[in-house]
């Protein structure tokens, strides 16, 4: 167990939806990162948090929005799904923001139909 | 950019035998390294990291890693198959600067063969 919660598991929704994925990170940990994991493009970086505030931004579309609360929970929201975003959404944790390893939850499987 | 060549989308090896996974890196200046397993249906697990000091990582389950500046690569190995390493490793870099985001490699599926 790497201390890092995400929920739900599992997430089925029709296109044009907006679904909005939660993780908890570890205790004392600052950073969050947000990543996407399909199989045709592979495990990407979306977005990173550091105490609430956006530290870094990867390829995440415009459709698709994150933010960390004051309890350091982060909160992925995924906006006009289409069929292509069916992925594994993964969060990611660090004490800092830079120097250390990330602790990856188990996931949020995405799944549009 | 940042960029991460994993050789091999999927190795078989025998049980008892040595287990070698490729990882090459592209980057101007050398970055921190890691080699992540990803077992079925679940998250991410650091095998280990590399980021100063002895190029010669060891880490969890008999796993280690060499860096090589001058080949750009962190291969990872380790002696004897077992059968519970058969899983998805990922090859992952990420920059030195205050941003930690990692960079992944496209995996490689590791088959461990009785």
């Known amino acids: 167990d790497s201390g890092v919660t995400q929920t739900p598991k599992h997430l089925i929704t029709a296109t044009g939806q907006r679904v909005t994925l939660r993780c908890s990170p570890r205790?004392?940990?600052?950073?969050v990162y947000w990543y996407q994991q399909s199989l045709d493009q592979g495990l990407q970086f979306l977005i990173q948090?550091?105490?609430?505030?956006?530290?870094a931004k990867g390829n995440i579309l415009e459709r698709f929005s994150a933010q960390q609360f004051p309890d350091l929970h982060s909160e992925l929201n995924l906006s006009s799904l289409e069929l292509g975003d069916s992925a594994l959404y993964f969060c990611?944790?660090?004490?800092?923001?830079?120097?250390?390893?990330?602790?990856f939850g188990q996931g949020t499987r995405l799944t549009v139909v | 950019a940042q960029s991460v060549t994993q050789l091999g989308s999927h190795v078989s090896v025998s049980e008892g035998a040595l287990v070698l996974l490729r990882c090459n890196y592209s980057?101007?200046?050398?970055?921190?390294l890691f080699w992540y397993v990803q077992y079925p249906n679940q998250g991410l697990q650091l095998l280990l990291k590399?980021?100063?000091?002895?190029?010669l990582v060891k880490g969890i389950n008999g796993f280690e890693a060499e860096f090589k500046k001058s080949e750009t690569s962190f291969h990872l190995t380790k002696p004897s198959a077992h059968m519970s390493d058969a899983a998805e490793y990922f090859c992952?870099?990420?920059?030195?600067?205050?941003?930690?985001?990692?960079?992944f490699g496209s995996g490689t599926q590791l088959t461990v063969l009785p």
């Open positions: 990611a944790s660090s004490q800092w923001d830079s120097g250390t390893e990330a602790f």
């Open positions: 205790s004392g940990d600052l950073s």
């Open positions: 948090y550091y105490n609430g505030e956006e530290r």
């Open positions: 980057s101007s200046v050398p970055p921190y």
């Open positions: 590399y980021t100063t000091g002895a190029t």
């Open positions: 992952a870099v990420s920059d030195r600067g205050s941003a930690r985001q990692l960079t």
